[in-house]
């Protein structure tokens, strides 16, 4: 976050004299338009739907296992080493499926960060479409977003990539 706001400031920065020269810097707020977007609306309530529904699944493997180990507990003290041994990785795995299960559902590569990629990148474009045509209709160079100062829209003219890799070659 802190990077961004680096970002953004340099780019201010960059941006002020060149407001003298007819270049304007527009904002958007991208958590307003996915809040208030139909589609996008749409898009989250079934993320969270599926996402409640695998953590009630969580929730009930959660209390088997805690059920599991309380049961053990209780008998542990009349079992027979062999008897131990078999109910602990019977435990043990039983665990690794929770685990397993959490991972494969709600991991970063999980089923839910996929789904959210799925219903969310074609919204994404539609976003991206709208902030160009308005940015062009406007004629507005560059296009950021209010809360991480992330580019969202500019101009070829705005991008100054190679004049400052020029300078930083050049030592100055």
Same mark, same amino acid.
């Given at each position: 976050m802190m990077f961004r706001m680096i970002v953004l400031l340099a780019i201010l920065a960059i941006a002020t004299p060149l407001s003298a020269?007819?270049?304007k810097i527009g &904002? &958007?707020?991208?958590? &307003?338009?996915?809040?208030? #977007?139909?589609?996008?609306?749409?898009?989250?309530?079934?993320?969270?739907?599926? @996402? #409640?529904?695998?953590?009630?699944?969580?929730?009930? =493997?959660?209390k088997e296992f805690e059920t599991r180990i309380e049961s053990y507990?209780?008998?542990? !003290? =009349?079992?027979? !080493?062999?008897?131990?041994?078999?109910?602990?990785e019977s435990l043990a795995a039983y665990r690794q499926r929770f685990l397993?299960?959490?991972?494969?559902? #709600? @991991?970063?590569? @999980?089923?839910?960060?996929?789904?959210?990629?799925d219903l969310l990148a074609p919204i994404r474009v539609k976003v991206s479409e709208a902030i160009t045509a308005v940015a062009k209709e406007e004629k507005i160079n560059l296009v950021l977003d209010k809360m991480g100062g992330i580019v969202l829209y500019s101009e070829d003219k705005a991008d100054i990539t190679y004049k400052v890799l020029d300078r930083m070659k050049r030592g100055n």
């Open positions: 020269q007819g270049f &904002v &958007v707020s991208a958590d &307003v338009i996915l809040k208030e #977007l139909p589609d996008a609306i749409k898009a989250s309530k079934s993320i969270e739907e599926a @996402g #409640l529904k695998i953590r009630d699944t969580l929730q009930m =493997m959660q507990r209780k008998q542990e !003290a =009349m079992m027979t !080493a062999e008897a131990k041994r078999k109910e602990e397993q299960y959490q991972e494969e559902k #709600l @991991g970063q590569a @999980g089923e839910i960060a996929r789904m959210r990629e």
